[in-house]
């Protein structure tokens, strides 16, 4: 996560996180992923913005059933993506959260949300990784060393 903005004087404590998750036919995991956002028990505003590359399979279908806000990524890579959300995101905090990633319990989002009450805090990052069992080895590989699979 990365804050977007300098927080005021006194933090909320509920700041406004936009959700940005790059996409390109990403059908066979987004559910999952997008269901694990909205379960979230967040007390604050969550906005999600989805980047699509192109997508030829259901994506699109997919994240209309989640959000509005889906705009498209001409440079199709993740990182193109992820600027292109944040060019759109309004929320105070922004979570780049991709495709195939599951948030792995429902307060997630605000545990990664706390360290922020500190004005001197300016990003955060999962000390673990889960995975799911039909993961290929190197995902649950990097998962239990505590890395993000670098494929």
Same mark, same amino acid.
């Not at 429902?106 to 069992?133: C, H, N």
């Given at each position: 996560m990365v804050s977007k903005t300098i927080m005021q004087e006194t933090p909320q404590s509920n700041p406004s996180i936009s959700i940005i998750t790059p996409t390109y036919n990403s059908a066979k995991t987004l559910t999952t992923c997008l269901a694990s956002i909205k379960n979230q028990d967040y007390q604050g505003e969550i906005e999600i913005i989805i980047a699509d590359g192109g997508s030829t399979d259901s994506t699109l279908e997919i994240a209309r059933q989640y959000t509005n806000k889906i705009y498209p990524n001409p440079l199709k890579t993740g990182e193109a993506g992820k600027a292109v959300g944040l060019k759109h995101s309004k929320g105070e905090i922004i979570a780049l959260i991709d495709s195939?990633?599951?948030?792995? =319990?429902?307060?997630?989002? =605000? *545990?990664?949300?706390?360290?922020?009450?500190? *004005?001197?805090?300016?990003?955060?990052?999962?000390? !673990?990784?889960? !995975? *799911?069992?039909?993961?290929? !080895? =190197?995902? *649950?590989?990097?998962?239990?060393?505590?890395?993000?699979?670098?494929?």
């Open positions: 195939d990633n599951i948030l792995p =319990s429902k307060d997630w989002l =605000s *545990r990664m949300v706390e360290p922020f009450q500190d *004005r001197e805090i300016a990003g955060t990052e999962p000390l !673990y990784y889960t !995975y *799911r069992g039909e993961d290929g !080895y =190197s995902t *649950r590989y990097c998962a239990m060393v505590g890395m993000n699979d670098p494929l």
